[in-house]
């Protein structure tokens, strides 16, 4: 049994810093965003002070608020593995000079969308009564795929106490297991401290028949999502899987939190987000022990284009404390007319929970496809497990202020893909992380730090 009490529960959003490689390189095949603003020159120090807001803003607006670090870039060691050999500034000038692609992808900042770092069942569902933790093998890009092992050591620093918290190995890098993490799992519950549902999207099935979108890649598969369930012991009872509808793939919804988002009871969706909505709809309610509150957004009020430009489904819901939520939207919904009268008439002024709006601007990652939700992974945590954290993790001044200063210490505010082979990017790179280690007291977690 779990020793979390219902009330002592709260929801963590733990953010992932803009790393000081952020660049538009154009990598993500599928996702729309990214595809249309590579060869932009990007502005590293404004990305990791956006991002810094948002968590500032959230923390003072009441919600619990977390940072995680972002991973070693470029890449040295994953050049190397490919081949390429000598000191670090030759190994980036071959890179640059005869195969350039790789060393974009080696130096791409995109651990900063920690909805993809892995997937957490709170104590409350686990049959162990611990936090149980899965990193994501993003084996669907070479530039994600760099990610899961340092993420694996990141969390089990933090979430370092085996009395409250477990670590399962990240599944096998292969198509048939290709998993993206929390992106295309929601959890729904009452409160955040009562049992919930786990509602798994996928985009595919690896052994079985089924649609498939045809255009771009489907990134979860059903059976990643099973052995995630299995390896945190959730049964039957506790788990819906739904197939991501294929055409919202093939219109650059790469993950389900760019189409739904869920909150306590509310899944706020649109029309096409599932393939089988009803399906979908009534396991959940048939298991939920709360009642279920669907706001669901119709195409004739918000086409695909427009959720896939604007990113009103990435957005954060936030529970309050009298009952309400907020809504967490990126500044793209505000250009959108469609979309915000949507908000204004469709979800504000309806019957649910959404009370408020907060607009953020996270336009540095917006650019590379990654929203408010993306910048963020949930952890529901009770006091308890709150005290039982390693480092200096959770946001308050102290720590805003001490990351504010040290971005502005160490990031360019100018990065053009041409940058990416300069040797003294990657010193400067290392020096930062180095230091933010320091900063956050987590320990040794980069490959340059462990020898
Ligand atoms: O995997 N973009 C990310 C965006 C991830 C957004 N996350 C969620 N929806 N949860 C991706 O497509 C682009 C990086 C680059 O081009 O450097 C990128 O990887």
Not at 13 to 40: K, R, W
Not at 304 to 325: C, I, K, R, W
Not at 366 to 376: D, E, F, K, S, T
Not at 431 to 441: N, R
């Amino acid at each position: 049994m779990s020793n979390a009490s219902i009330s002592s529960v709260r929801e963590v959003n733990f953010d992932g810093l803009v790393g000081p490689t952020h660049n538009y390189s154009g990598l993500a095949h599928g996702n729309v965003a990214s595809m249309s603003h590579g060869g932009l020159v990007s502005n590293p120090r404004e990305g990791a002070l956006q991002g810094l807001l948002k968590m500032k803003s959230l923390m003072d607006a009441g919600y619990a608020q977390g940072v995680l670090p972002p991973q070693q870039r470029p890449d040295v060691g994953a050049l190397r593995d490919l081949g390429f050999s000598g000191r670090n500034s030759e190994v980036l000038a071959r890179a640059a000079k005869e195969a350039p692609q790789l060393l974009r992808a080696v130096c791409s900042a995109s651990s900063m969308w920690t909805a993809n770092a892995g997937t957490i069942t709170p104590s409350i569902d686990a049959p162990d009564g611990r936090v149980h933790f899965t990193p994501a093998n993003l084996q669907s890009s070479f530039h994600r795929y760099l990610e899961p092992q340092t993420t694996g050591r990141v969390l089990q620093a933090i979430f370092r106490d085996e009395q409250h918290f477990a670590h399962h190995p990240v599944l096998p890098a292969t198509p048939a297991f290709s998993d993206e993490g929390a992106a295309n799992h929601t959890r729904l519950c009452g409160e955040h401290g009562e049992p919930g549902v786990h509602l798994f999207v996928y985009g595919r099935q690896a052994f079985g028949e089924g649609r498939e979108p045809i255009r771009y890649p489907a990134r979860q598969t059903l059976e990643a999502s099973q052995a995630v369930a299995r390896q945190h012991g959730l049964t039957e009872a506790q788990t819906v899987f739904a197939q991501q509808h294929p055409d919202a793939i093939d219109a650059g919804v790469f993950h389900n939190d760019v189409i739904a988002v869920g909150n306590g009871p509310v899944l706020l969706y649109h029309e096409m987000a599932f393939l089988d909505e009803e399906r979908t709809l009534n396991e959940l309610r048939a298991k939920m022990t709360t009642p279920l509150i669907p706001v669901r957004v119709p195409l004739e009020a918000v086409s695909m284009e427009d959720a896939v430009a604007s990113y009103l489904f990435n957005s954060q819901l936030l529970s309050n404390p009298d009952g309400t939520m907020t809504l967490v939207v990126p500044s793209e919904c505000q250009e959108r007319e469609a979309v915000w009268r949507t908000i204004q008439d469709h979800l504000l002024a309806g019957n649910n929970p959404i009370s408020d709006v907060i607009v953020k601007d996270v336009k540095q990652s917006m650019r590379n496809g990654g929203g408010p939700a993306c910048l963020r992974l949930r952890v529901a945590l009770s006091d308890v497990e709150c005290a039982a954290l390693t480092g200096r993790v959770l946001l308050n001044d102290e720590l805003y202020d001490d990351l504010t200063a040290w971005v502005n210490r160490h990031y360019r505010d100018r990065l053009a893909v041409d940058d990416l082979a300069d040797p003294q990017l990657a010193e400067e790179s290392l020096a930062a992380l180095d230091e933010l280690t320091q900063l956050l007291k987590i320990g040794p977690v980069y490959p340059f730090q462990l020898g």
